[in-house]
């Protein structure tokens, strides 16, 4: 059974501080999304990393897959008060036809981004 | 990408009926997921429901609890039966698309059920 582990799972920091959000899974996979999510709202597409080595940056936050570790990094720089949300990587064990489809979620890393 | 609408938003319901959920995309896709997401917690997939053929569940989740429909390629219903309490949740559908970041998967809206 695939597994996929966040941490951390809560997170305060200071407006202008930079942090990593981490992310292991268990089984072999070389695909791997970010998503957001806003306190009531849907799930927003952050990043798809697709081979290893794959990075990936918009704005402020920078999205990075090691296949082979089985770990991927979400980094944000220089925090602001708009990046305050739920972060979910999620994992696709699927090759072929049915890679894109069953995806593993993590628990979430809740980001608070204090002024 | 793709646009998703879901009914209801939200419902608040009785324990031992049903509800039937809505998903309507606004472009013809081939997969449709369906997940679950309790109060506070991550997504768990329920199923996987591709036009044409039967829903394809995960370990779990059985089709005479949710059973799925998934008529065309931009439509698709799941129905919650027989509800208790731990049924509240958040149901969302989603479906696989491509767009500006590759190809991934867009969520619906959810919607936010609770059984009483």
């Known amino acids: 059974e695939l597994k996929v582990e966040q941490n951390p799972l809560f997170l305060s920091m200071q407006e202008g501080k930079n942090y990593t959000i981490y992310c292991n899974y268990s089984?072999?996979?070389?695909?791997l999304y970010w998503y957001r999510q806003d306190p009531g709202k849907s799930l927003e597409s952050l990043f798809v990393?697709?081979?290893?080595?794959a990075v990936k940056q918009e704005g402020r936050l920078m999205a990075s897959l090691d296949t082979k570790a089985r770990l991927s990094t979400l980094h944000i720089t220089a925090a602001v008060h708009d990046l305050s949300a739920t972060y979910f990587c999620?994992?696709?064990?699927?090759?072929?036809?049915?890679?894109?489809?069953?995806?593993?979620f993590g628990e979430g890393t809740q980001l608070t981004v204090n002024p | 990408s793709a646009v998703i609408s879901q009914k209801p938003s939200r419902d608040i319901c009785q324990r031992g009926t049903s509800l039937t959920i809505q998903c309507q995309v606004d472009?013809?896709?081939?997969?449709m997921f369906w997940y679950r997401q309790q109060p506070g917690q991550s997504l768990t997939l329920i199923a996987t429901?591709?036009?044409?053929?039967?829903?394809?569940?995960e370990s779990g989740f059985v089709i005479d609890k949710f059973p799925i429909s998934r008529p065309n390629l931009t439509f698709s219903t799941l129905t919650v039966s027989n509800m208790s309490p731990e049924d509240s949740s958040i149901y969302l559908c989603?479906?696989?698309?491509?767009?500006?970041?590759?190809?991934?998967?867009?969520f619906g809206p959810g919607t936010r059920l609770l059984v009483l």
């Open positions: 089984t072999t996979s070389d695909r």
């Open positions: 989603s479906v696989l698309a491509s767009g500006r970041l590759g190809e991934t998967q867009y």
């Open positions: 472009s013809q896709v081939t997969m």
């Open positions: 990393l697709l081979s290893n080595g």
């Open positions: 429901a591709n036009q044409g053929s039967e829903a394809t569940y």
């Open positions: 999620a994992v696709d064990p699927g090759v072929g036809e049915t890679s894109g489809s069953r995806l593993t």
